[in-house]
Structures are given as C-alpha cells and as structure tokens.
C-alpha cells in the first residue's frame, strides 16, 4: 500500500516551460488536493477535487490547471512557470464524510524551481 | 470562514510536557478541530482530531472547551524528535470545506 505517490521528486524549469506534476493514490480516497508550500510558511490550497471529473479552485489557482479523470490520479499542470512558482508542491488524498475528510495523507512533495 | 490562530513558536525542553493553544472563534457547529505535525521536507501528518471534551491517542492529547472557541494540543514529554511545526485546522466552507492551513506553531525542542 504505497499510499499518496508523487512525482517527480525535484525538478528545474526555466521561466515560460510548461509541466505536469503527478499525483498518485491507492487507498480509493474520494478527495484530493493540491498544495503548495513557501519556505518557512504554512500550506496554500491550490486546487482541489471531490470525486472524479468535479474539480473546483483552492486559495492560488492561478497558473495551474487540474483535471481528474480517474480516482486514482490528480496532476497538477503549470502552463507557463514563473520564478513566484518556485515553492514545495504537496498532494494529498482523504476519504469523504465527517470526520474522516479532515484526515489527509500527504505526499513526500515535489521541489520545484522556476528560473 | 473559520480561521485558527494559534503562536508563531514555541521552546521546550526534553521531557517537559508542551501545550499548544488554538482559537477558532468561528468554528462552525459541525467542525472538528484538526491537529497536524510536520517536519522538514516532508508532508504534514495527521496527529489528533476532536470534536468535544478530551481526546488521547498514543502521540497526544487535544482538550476542547464547552464553548470549542479554542483548543490545546498537548504533548507529554517531548524530545528532540517532537521538533515540528503543529497545526491547527477547522474546515473552510469557501473551499468546498477543506483544510485551511495556517503558519502553525513551531515547537523547538532543546536538550
């Protein structure tokens, strides 16, 4: 059971490139979640999902697009990467239903500099 | 919205018990108070969750007023390896009631 799987681990772009950040769930989880982390800061919701093919925008949508076509995946798509993107990228997956949607299960993150 | 707020840092000492304090003045009547733990370059980790009274499970204790406008996540003995940042979270209701994270507490455990 490999729980929440993300890759890739680190990456490099340059300002401009496109990318897809994958995320990967195994334990049926209705709900996932994209997050992005600054250093030394709390986590900033980007894009979430309730089920497959419903997504719906976080507190920082904007530069990234989400789809989910399956339970299983979540990718997180940046269109166009600027310097202000280079963050720590967290997906996260948790079951529905109070009070078992407020446990979620993180990925290890993906590191992400735009040059 | 419920939004926490809980402080920015705190020390303690090994073996020492640690109590951290949340306020969630808004919490809405059918929100849970939810504790996360992270360490360096990893993702966060659920700890403890609860609705009223007192909850203890293995790695802490979360204790909720009558009135829920605040909760104390308390860990007993720490040691080094307790050095994180904590989270408190409540439900957002502007965010398809997800998770909201906060700056968190960041506890410094010292020998």
């Known amino acids: 059971n490999a729980g929440v799987t993300q890759t890739p681990k680190f990456q490099v772009l340059k300002t401009g490139q496109s990318m897809t950040l994958q995320c990967a769930q195994d334990m049926n989880h209705e709900y996932m979640s994209w997050y992005r982390q600054d250093p030394g800061m709390g986590l900033r919701l980007i894009h979430y999902?309730?089920?497959?093919?419903?997504?719906d925008q976080g507190e920082v949508p904007n530069g990234y697009n989400v789809s989910r076509s399956t339970t299983e995946d979540f990718p997180l798509r940046l269109l166009s990467a600027a310097p202000s993107q280079t963050s720590v990228y967290f997906c996260?997956?948790?079951?529905?239903?109070?009070?078992?949607?407020?446990?979620?299960?993180f990925g290890a993150g993906t590191r992400l500099s735009v040059l | 919205l419920a939004k926490t707020t809980q402080p920015i840092s705190m020390d303690s000492y090994e073996g020492q018990e640690v109590n951290i304090t949340c306020s969630h003045n808004?919490?809405?009547?059918?929100?849970?108070i939810t504790w996360y733990q992270q360490f360096p370059s990893q993702g966060p980790r659920f700890i403890i969750q609860g609705y009223k009274t007192k909850v203890t499970n293995e790695v802490a204790s979360l204790f909720i007023p009558a009135d829920r406008k605040s909760s104390t996540l308390s860990l007993p003995r720490v040691s080094l390896s307790d050095t994180a940042v904590y989270y408190c979270?409540?439900?957002?209701?502007?965010?398809?009631?997800?998770?909201?994270f906060g700056g968190g507490t960041r506890l410094m455990v010292k020998p």
């Open positions: 808004n919490i809405a009547t059918n929100d849970y």
């Open positions: 979270l409540v439900g957002d209701k502007n965010a398809g009631n997800m998770l909201t």
């Open positions: 999902s309730v089920g497959a093919g419903i997504t």
């Open positions: 996260a997956s948790n079951a529905h239903g109070f009070p078992a949607k407020n446990i979620q299960y």
